[in-house]
């Protein structure tokens, strides 16, 4: 089994899931921020989620508030933000550190394949990391990097 099936998270609603139950699944990772200037991007990540969800797209959110304190609340204010302001249907994760020593074992997983252009640390909010159906990392994306410019590289790794 790749290692990141090997990991869990905790959900927003505190139930412990484990990634082996997306094993086969094309995963998008997503550290969050409910009052980041990025956060319109749930959006678009709510639009990619349901557009290819069928055919085996999920996206996961991580609340974090490393960068800028822009995630203050708690699970209950996370929820209200992403449900109600932007539709999220797709997994919410408990609020989580991606960066130093309490990072979260996906994120520490995540970086140390995909290191990017800091050298293993996430740059800000909204850094996305997308995972195989086998759960190999296949790509990072820089914050800015909208969900609309990762559409191809989603289409390409589902092979529709």
């Not at 991007?41 to 996961?60: I, M, P, R, S």
């Not at 550190?97 to 990017?116: D, I, M, S, W």
């Not at 740059?123 to 990072?140: A, E, Q």
Request: proline share 6%; hydrophobic share 40%; with cysteine.
């Amino acid at each position: 089994m790749n290692p990141f099936h090997q990991l869990t998270a905790t959900s927003l609603t505190g139930q412990q899931i484990s990634m082996s139950d997306y094993a086969g699944k094309l995963v998008l990772v997503v550290n969050t921020a409910s009052q980041c200037g990025f956060t319109p991007q749930y959006a678009g990540l709510e639009a990619l989620y349901k557009k290819y969800a069928a055919q085996g797209l999920v996206v996961f959110g991580f609340p974090c508030n490393q960068f800028g304190k822009q995630e203050p609340g708690d699970a209950d204010d996370i929820a209200r933000t992403c449900h109600i302001n932007y539709g999220v249907s797709f997994p919410m994760f408990a609020k989580v550190e991606v960066n130093g020593t309490a990072a979260h074992p996906v994120f520490r997983y995540l970086k140390n394949e995909l290191p990017g252009v800091l050298g293993g640390r996430i740059k800000w909010n909204f850094t996305k990391f997308l995972i195989g159906r086998d759960g190999k990392p296949l790509k990072r994306f820089a914050p800015l990097t909208t969900p609309e410019k990762m559409e191809a590289a989603i289409v390409a790794a589902l092979e529709i």
